[in-house]
């Protein structure tokens, strides 16, 4: 599984409440993505980092904001939750250049009240 | 933007049966990637189609890469229970190694 993990993997806040995930891989790649996955919209890109302190924003980032002060770690962060983001938020790396696979951490399940 | 969409959203299926499962992409892609998820799990890479018309053949899996490289489908033969899960397909779009996702085929089968 390319050595990701997210943690938390459950969590259950309130609305307005500041949450962060995060997303730490083992093996130094370079590209970092988070993801959420709602029924009916398939995954839908946030986020996504290509080095140190270099982030971008994806189809869905109004209401998240991103760090990567590390190679291997890669926070998400709801800076006021919204029940609109109750979702399951995955992590992904793509191992190496040219090839655009990607490798998924197990993900995790957030719910806002 | 570019958009990656995929019919059927559900497909039921009887086990030993065959199905197709199919996405279209509004622009040309350089590649097209398969995934599959199965239930409370995470998506898994299957497979990667670079050539215009590319075949690729996992098991009772099939992959195909459209002539214009605007489509892709996979044919599953002799369904099993363990075929069960959500496929998606995901084009990269733009620089930076980014993937646009269909919105999956969720695959139930019936023993």
């Known amino acids: 599984d390319a050595g990701i993990t997210q943690s938390p993997r459950h969590k259950v806040t309130e609305t307005g409440t500041p949450v962060t995930l995060r997303c730490h891989q083992t093996?130094?790649?370079?590209?970092m993505y988070w993801y959420r996955q709602d029924p009916g919209h398939g995954l839908r890109l946030i986020h996504y980092s290509y080095g140190v302190k270099d982030t971008d924003k994806g189809e869905v980032s109004d209401g998240y904001s991103v760090s990567r002060s590390k190679t291997e770690d890669f926070l998400l962060t709801l800076e006021s939750a919204t029940s609109s983001q109750t979702s399951v938020y995955f992590c992904?790396?793509?191992?190496?250049?040219?090839?655009?696979?990607?490798?998924f951490g197990p993900g995790t399940r957030l719910t806002v009240l | 933007g570019q958009q990656v969409m995929q019919i059927p959203q559900y497909q039921h299926v009887q086990e030993g049966e065959d199905f197709t499962t199919y996405c279209n992409s509004s622009t040309t892609l350089s590649n097209i990637q398969w995934y599959k998820q199965r239930p409370g799990g995470h998506p898994v890479f299957l497979i990667q189609?670079?050539?215009?018309?590319e075949v690729k053949k996992q098991k009772r899996l099939t992959f195909q890469f459209g002539e214009a490289k605007k489509n892709s489908s996979l044919h599953i033969t002799a369904t099993q229970t363990t075929d069960v899960g959500t496929y998606f397909c995901a084009g990269p779009w733009a620089a930076g190694n980014k993937l646009t996702f269909g919105g999956g085929t969720r695959v139930l089968v019936k023993p």
């Open positions: 189609l670079v050539k215009s018309g």
């Open positions: 093996e130094n790649h370079r590209y």
């Open positions: 992904a790396i793509t191992q190496g250049s040219g090839g655009y696979e990607q490798f």
